[in-house]
């Protein structure tokens, strides 16, 4: 049983190999064939060994092309609205819509019309595993550089929106962006969803969202659908393998080896002295680090308090990422805890795919992932 990773030829056409031919679903082909949408890309086939599909995408862009440029809200907004639309149109086909392959080869954009069109897989249920339309939104969401001269009231509200509603209605998610659209700055109170569904929701629990929702799983996830690719794999060149797992990064960091020397040289100190001195060195020799995914940069946290952002004043510059603010946000150091909070940034700080709103603060952990606007590093506790 085999789908093949999605592929393109010079015909303007991205294709998949599926093998054996067994694992197409004939009935579902057949109202594939019969479908006539611009949510979806007209489809060709070719049966011989193996059952290949072709799929014309015209002058219509990737994805990946796509969220290769500053996107502006309405922007934003219009290609998630056809997005889910390709999904409520799916539903009310009786098409499968776990065969709807998400990634950034696998999603295509018309510039023209805002029109997003999809491409559909019509194998036998099982043969692709399931790709949440909602984890999907979420990944992308976050890796968007969005313009500086946008309220982004609307991404925050999103963002919470896909992480309360588990049970995703793509109607009701539909009807949700519409909503935004109008915001036009509204304060978040004012622009919470209507819905009694949200409305008799109660707030999740930050270790209930971590679980599902932590971006780390995602990746996970979509690697194991061979057709997509994920959003993240915009930040990394796939030839240089560059990509650090969080639980890798201790060991992968050009970090100088720390000097043993007051624990291997003999002190000439009586011995309740030693351990005292021992125990003192081991807590002042810990300090938390930050990573830089995209130029596995290493930044230790020295400082009470760290400020982020692309202001050449700040401790952490990043001042080749537009979606990152002037002080983003700031780090502080209490009693060997470090917490986190936004200042006040355009396109928001996340810590393991969950939002800082306001002046949240956030304690964190070895290994966890945070994202400032779509800048991404990875915090761990080292030994220097």
């Known amino acids: 049983m085999s789908v093949s990773k999605i592929n393109f030829n010079d015909s303007n056409e991205a294709y998949i190999v599926v093998e054996p031919i067994s694992d197409i679903d004939k009935g579902d082909f057949k109202i594939y064939l019969d479908l ?24 219509r862009i990737t994805l990946k092309q796509f969220l290769s440029h500053v996107v502006e809200k309405n922007e934003a907004i219009n290609f998630l609205k056809s997005l889910t639309m390709a999904y409520i ?16 080869n696998s999603v295509f954009f018309n510039e023209e019309n805002g029109q997003v069109s999809c491409v559909y897989v019509p194998v036998k249920k099982g043969v692709l595993p399931t790709r949440p339309l909602r984890l999907f939104l979420k990944e992308m969401l976050v890796n968007i550089v969005y313009s500086e001269e946008d309220d982004m009231t609307w991404l925050g509200n999103t963002i919470r ?11 009701d998610f539909y009807e949700f962006l519409q909503t935004q659209e109008e915001l036009d700055g509204k304060p978040v109170s004012e622009a919470e969803p209507e819905t009694a569904q949200e409305e008799a ?13 932590d971006l780390s799983d995602l990746k996970s996830v979509l690697e194991s659908i061979p057709a997509a690719e994920s959003v993240n794999a915009l930040k990394f060149d796939s030839k240089e393998e560059t990509e650090i797992k969080p639980e890798e990064t201790a060991m992968e960091m050009p970090m100088e080896e720390p000097e043993k020397k007051s624990l291997e040289e003999p002190v000439e100190e ?4 030693n351990d005292d001195l021992a125990r003192s ?39 080749d990422n537009p979606a990152v603010s002037r002080v983003h946000a700031i780090i502080s150091q209490f009693d060997g805890d470090y917490v986190i909070q936004d200042n006040g940034s355009t396109n928001h700080t996340f810590v393991n795919g969950i939002i800082l709103n306001g002046s949240q603060e956030k304690t964190l952990a070895d290994g966890d992932r945070i994202l400032l606007g779509n800048e991404e590093f990875i915090f761990k506790i080292c030994e220097m």
């Open 89 to 104: 149109e799916a539903e009310g086909y009786g098409m499968n819509t776990d065969h709807i392959l998400l990634g950034i």
């Open 36 to 59: 006539d949408s611009p949510s979806f890309l007209k489809c060709e086939f070719e049966n011989g060994k193996a059952f290949t599909l072709y799929y014309g995408y015209g002058k």
């Open 201 to 213: 929701m109660e707030p999740e629990t930050e270790q209930e969202m971590t679980a599902e929702d």
């Open 270 to 273: 009586p011995e309740a002295v």
């Open 281 to 319: 060195q081991n807590v002042s020799r810990t300090r938390g680090v930050l990573l830089r995914r995209k130029n596995q940069a290493v930044h230790v946290l020295e400082q009470p308090e760290v400020r982020i952002g692309k202001a050449a004043a700040n401790d952490i510059c990043i001042n």
């Open 161 to 171: 929106y896909i992480s309360r509603n588990r049970q995703f209605s793509y109607q």
